[in-house]
């Protein structure tokens, strides 16, 4: 047990030590978070950058593809010609078994 705790209790002297070996100004920290702010930034705005320019390519490929396959037709099959008109049918006459009067009779 007492191997465990001699160590143990030497851990805080130890940090205690590590962090008061060097002083920061504030200075120094705000110069790292403006430094922080600027690459955090720059970072954004080369992501949107990027992100401008592939849509900007995408739509540069797209606007070929569509140019090349506007030349070579995608359906080879070509569309049936429309059919011709079947003939009229014949119909029988039937004998008129009215006779029909004219309505102004010419008087000469």
Do not use: H
């Amino acid at each position: 047990m007492k191997r465990i705790v001699r160590p143990i209790s030497f851990l805080p002297v130890l940090l205690l030590m590590v962090a008061c070996s060097k002083e920061v100004s504030q200075d120094d920290l705000i110069k790292a978070a403006v430094q922080l702010k600027k690459e955090q930034w720059q970072a954004d705005q080369l992501a949107v950058c990027k992100q401008k320019l592939y849509v900007k390519a995408e739509d540069y490929v797209d606007s070929l593809l569509v140019a090349t396959s506007l030349d070579d037709k995608l359906d080879t099959i070509q569309k049936p010609g429309k059919p011709s008109k079947p003939p009229k049918p014949s119909f029988k006459s039937k004998p008129d078994s009215v006779v029909i009067d004219p309505i102004y009779k010419k008087d000469n």
